[in-house]
């Protein structure tokens, strides 16, 4: 798929640059249909970007944000995707439908997956996304039998750098309206060259949305 590519100074251009993004684009979805759906990826990188977006005059009250991926560990622990959105947010009135993956219920993790699938709208507005170095996306990591789920929309990895997740399934990726993609330091140059150019050896170059816009510091685009 073709992605648009915008290259930044530094790391703290590039959170600056997509809440931009996010603020336009929540903006034009509450005009066209009274509510922004945002899905959310982990990894340091969205940080800056969520503590920017706290700071901006964003229509609380008609954004809902879902998690893209979490890793199966307690709630607080500092591993959580969701802990770091959290305090990023800070005190933004943010309505977080948050993966359940301390569902213990019966059928399990894979249970509480299809559950969380269950909560998903028939489209994301905007689905932010990050860049491993080993060219993974959300916790769609190299080998994993997760890359081959067609008929789920949410399922659970084997254990990946030191813990299980549950993720967003490539159908659930393509709900998007749009894919915001957010690239900073020098490990993430090989990947981001090869998702450009297409290539689906990596997990990433499987993703496909109607859009996508990839903002990357000159580190990662190597210039
Ligand atoms: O493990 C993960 O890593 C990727 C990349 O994170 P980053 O901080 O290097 O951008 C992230 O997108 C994914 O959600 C996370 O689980």
Redesign the pocket.
């Given at each position: 798929m073709h992605h648009d590519l915008e290259v930044l100074e530094t790391p703290a251009d590039v959170a600056t640059a997509a809440a931009d993004d996010v603020l336009r684009r929540s903006e034009a979805a509450v005009a066209d249909h009274g509510r922004f759906t945002f899905a959310v990826?982990?990894?340091?990188?969205?940080w800056a970007m969520f503590a920017e977006l706290a700071r901006r005059d964003m229509a609380w009250d008609r954004v809902v944000i879902y998690q893209?991926?979490e890793?199966v560990a307690p709630a607080g622990d500092p591993d959580r995707?969701l802990t770091h959105l959290r305090e990023s947010l800070g005190s933004a009135p943010a309505e977080v439908v948050p993966m359940p993956v301390n569902d213990t219920g019966p059928g399990g993790l894979e249970a509480a997956a299809d559950r969380y699938a269950a909560t998903l709208p028939e489209r994301f507005d905007l689905v932010h996304?990050?860049?491993?170095p080993d060219g993974?996306?959300?916790?769609l990591v190299p080998n994993d039998p997760v890359l081959k789920a067609t008929d789920h929309l949410v399922a659970i990895t084997g254990p990946y750098?030191g813990h299980q997740?549950m993720t967003l399934t490539y159908p659930a990726l393509a709900r998007a309206a749009r894919v915001l993609w957010?690239?900073?330091?020098a490990d993430?140059q090989e990947p981001l060259a090869k998702l450009l150019a297409g290539d689906e050896s990596i997990p990433a170059g499987l993703v496909r949305a109607q859009a996508s816009l990839v903002l990357a510091d000159r580190q990662a685009a190597g210039r």
């Open positions: 990826s982990g990894g340091h990188t969205p893209v991926d890793r995707n996304l990050g860049l491993g993974h996306t959300a916790s750098q997740r957010l690239v900073t330091g993430k």
